[in-house]
């Protein structure tokens, strides 16, 4: 359904853009949505930063709103969230739907339809091929949205080195002036993980100064630098670290720890954890207590690596939604990691087709010399049959290296592989990856 705006929803229902005015109704609105019977003070922030213009990309006609005409309040809202992800190193645009809400008595009536119409619409005409969320169970699943990467993932450690407040290793809050450092140790970071966010230096300065304090978004940002003193009484940068500014439950909840090449994880590592355990004892309360710091740097980190003996527990919590409408052209988008693969695997220089059955349409790829020249949308007859059936939107999980193939066909009966080439050629193009997913909010 294409919706011009303002539209007249009926019933006294209006559906607009926001503007730069409804700023303080969208802070009230969000808070009270979101916040049950107390009114969440960190999602206000959060939407008073947006409305607010104090995004880097994000303007105040990108939140949508329903308004009853007789008294002019907001009784629905969404906005679209664009930025920059990175599969295996191929950029692609994203848009994040957020802040999805609606009043308790306007609820059932279609309007969060509505206005996810609108905005898919918004990202086809932005070229954001992709959409991703956050949000409550199931819910999204009806606009399109499957659960594509993990949410929040790594290893916690409840048990920290003695590091020395003089050591040979310090953090510091960051500044304007470490915008490079911070934007190089975000890159590194991504190099590890299959789906990445991209940070300029304009999202780093976001990072640093564009939320307010209780923004629920807002995070410290600091950097790790040696013991060593010069003449101006500072240490050499080494590294960063980001983490959230209060406790997550019980814990200290970690972002990004990065490393400048050569710089020992083991001894730096070591004064990080100190640092953290130290923080989490000053957040700590007698209602909320510290217990752990909660590293969300994916399955695989070198801090890890260093510190096996204290960093003991796995976790991954949640996931991310997503939503690809011209599934054919992302992977044609992506097609230099999918050749990469290729070329590594035992299917290197292939030349043939993978016909993939979603049993109510499907997609037909052609490789020729180990190239992907085409990527079709198609449908099984009976005649041309697939290689390998995937039920609904199954396929996104093993896409975005949420699960391997193996593993989805052992939760999904009606995934299938109907012969060796196909196997071998899907976990070729799709192994299972990390996702270190934090996005600009």
């Avoid at 010069?230 to 959230?244: F, I, K, Q």
């Avoid at 349409?361 to 020249?373: K, T």
Wanted: charged share 25%; net charge negative; with cysteine.
């Amino acid at each position: 359904m294409t919706t011009e705006l303002p539209a007249d929803l009926g019933g006294g229902l209006v559906l607009r853009r926001a503007a730069r005015d409804d700023a303080e109704a969208l802070g009230d609105f969000n808070a009270r949505t979101h916040g049950g019977d107390d009114p969440d003070e960190k999602i206000r922030a959060w939407a008073l930063d947006l409305a607010e213009g104090r995004h880097p990309v994000f303007v105040p006609g990108d939140f949508l709103v329903v308004v009853d005409a007789a008294t002019g309040a907001i009784v629905s809202s969404v906005n679209l969230i664009a930025q920059t992800w990175s599969y295996g190193g191929v950029e692609f645009g994203v848009g994040q739907v957020e802040l999805v809400g609606t009043d308790r008595a306007y609820r059932r009536r279609g309007l969060v339809r509505r206005q996810f119409d609108v905005a898919h619409r918004w990202c086809a005409e932005r070229g954001l091929p992709v959409q991703a969320i956050e949000g409550i169970p199931w819910y999204y699943r009806q606009f399109g949205y499957e659960y594509g990467i993990v949410d929040w993932s790594g290893r916690s450690a409840a048990r920290f080195p003695d590091v020395p407040a003089d050591g040979a290793f310090r953090v510091r809050p960051a500044t304007a002036a470490d915008l490079p450092l911070l934007a190089r140790m975000g890159a590194q970071a991504a190099e590890r993980a299959l789906i990445s966010v991209v940070r300029d230096e304009a999202a780093w300065r976001h990072e640093l100064d564009g939320h307010r304090e209780q923004s629920i978004v807002r995070h410290a940002v600091e950097i790790i630098e040696t013991g060593e003193t010069g003449g101006t009484g500072g240490g050499r940068p080494v590294g960063a670290l980001v983490r959230l500014p209060r406790l997550l439950g019980s814990s200290v909840a970690v972002r990004l720890c990065e490393l400048e090449p050569g710089c020992s994880w083991l001894d730096a590592g070591g004064a990080v954890l100190r640092h953290l355990a130290d923080v989490g004892a000053a957040l700590a309360t007698g209602d909320q207590p510290f217990r752990a710091v909660e590293f969300g740097l994916g399955a695989d980190h070198p801090l890890f690596t260093a510190h096996p003996r204290l960093l003991v527990t796995p976790f991954a919590v949640y996931a991310w939604y997503l939503r690809v409408p011209d599934l054919a052209g992302f992977l044609l988008r992506i097609a230099p990691v999918l050749e990469r693969r290729l070329a590594a695997s035992p299917v290197a220089g292939y030349t043939g087709g993978l016909r993939l059955n979603f049993y109510t349409d499907g997609l037909r790829l052609e490789f020729d010399s180990g190239r992907l020249i085409t990527a079709e949308p198609w449908r099984e007859d009976g005649h041309d049959a697939a290689g390998a059936s995937f039920p609904g939107l199954a396929f996104l999980q093993v896409l975005f290296g949420h699960r391997s193939v193996h593993e989805i066909q052992h939760v999904l009966p009606d995934c299938r592989c109907d012969d060796e080439r196909t196997e071998v050629l899907l976990h070729a193009c799709f192994p299972k990856g990390s996702a270190t997913v934090w996005h600009i909010g």
